[in-house]
């Protein structure tokens, strides 16, 4: 850095929604990765080679031995409310400080999942695609009989915003809700429930919990094969909290009645024939659960402003904490 330079902020995708980028400009120089594809780990260490701030997506994994490589960097501003995907422990043993975006995507999150539980119980895509492929051909009360929405019992693994935003539109469809979470509070929507029980006697179970050590593979064979025959499972917090292979056994052997999916283990996964993509029991989305215009930018101005509160030696707004 030259005496006249400002401090280097490396951007991780071209073309963010919002104005939020401009904003930064007047503060910092920004080293911009070019390209809509992630940078893989050796692209974004020379990208970041000098930044003090590497501000990422959820898709540009931040681990210690990337960190090794970036020995001016001090904040990870990422524009995403999960952060399973940075190492905040080496983070933090660096004195790298990271934030995230909470709060700013939750109600657009929650619709998604409202989105996946109605297109998963009454078989919108099977419908859509039925209708394109020129089958119309007869009306017939037997065509795509799905299961009701309204009046069901929902149960919400994990508690947390974006959880509580479905409950609320669920509370508008006459459900009966429970949750599972860590704290074993009830609250006037929503009853605590052990998991077990919740799994059971739950007509959707829709999954809400970050991805942690502790949650990673929670939703197994075991807790899948307690659900009911006609239940379905609507994931759009993480994928590789539900055991994916055991999923596609229960989808595929018919022991529930469909799901939902927002996330995947690997992610993009641009194979056709990956069965999660070819079960016709099965509603698959592209991880777009916060993708309204108005909550991505809010989530690229929020992970503006903690940059920008780092460069004026301000606190910064959402800190993760270790
Ligand atoms: C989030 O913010 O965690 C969303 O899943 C997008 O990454």
């Known amino acids: 850095m030259t005496p006249d330079s400002k401090p280097l902020v490396a951007v991780t995708r071209p073309n963010l929604p919002g104005a939020g980028l401009e904003r930064l400009r ?17 692209d974004l260490a020379e990208l970041a080679r000098d930044a003090e701030i590497l501000l990422c997506l959820h898709g540009d994994p931040v681990s210690a031995s990337l960190l090794d ?13 999960g952060y399973d995907t940075v190492d905040v422990g ?4 660096r004195g790298i400080a990271v934030t995230n975006t909470p709060g700013v995507l939750d109600e657009a999150t929650a619709d998604l999942a409202f989105a996946l539980i109605l297109a998963a119980r009454r078989r919108l895509v099977e419908g859509a695609l039925y209708v394109r492929s020129g089958s119309w051909t007869k009306n017939d009360l037997g065509l795509l009989v799905g299961y009701d929405v309204h009046s069901t019992s929902l149960g919400l693994v994990g508690y947390g915003a974006i959880a509580r935003a479905v409950a609320r539109r669920a509370a508008g469809f006459g459900m009966r809700l429970r949750h599972y979470a860590r704290t074993r509070a009830d609250d006037a929507l929503s009853v605590w429930t052990p998991l077990d029980h919740l799994l059971r006697e739950s007509d959707i179970v829709s999954i809400h919990t970050p991805l942690s050590p ?24 993480r994928g590789p909290v539900v055991d994916e292979a055991a999923l596609i056994d229960t989808l595929r052997e018919r022991r529930i009645f469909s799901a ?19 079960l016709d029991n099965c509603v698959v989305v592209p ?21 920008l509160a780092h460069l004026a030696g301000r606190p910064l707004l959402t800190e993760v904490s270790v």
């Open 260 to 278: 939902g999916l927002d996330v995947q283990v690997l992610e993009p996964n641009p194979n056709p024939d990956h069965p999660l993509h070819t």
């Open 287 to 307: 991880h777009i659960g916060s993708a309204t215009v108005s909550a991505r930018a809010a989530m690229i101005d929020l992970a503006v402003d903690n940059a």
């Open 90 to 93: 080496a983070a933090a043993a």
């Open 26 to 42: 007047g503060a910092a120089d920004l080293a911009v990765w070019e390209s809509p594809l992630a940078p893989d780990p050796d």
């Open 69 to 81: 490589r970036l020995p001016r960097l001090r904040l990870i501003a990422i524009a995403s409310v």
């Open 214 to 237: 502790e949650t990673r593979g929670m939703i197994g064979r075991r807790e899948l094969d307690l659900m009911k025959p006609t239940a379905t499972l609507v994931n759009t917090a």
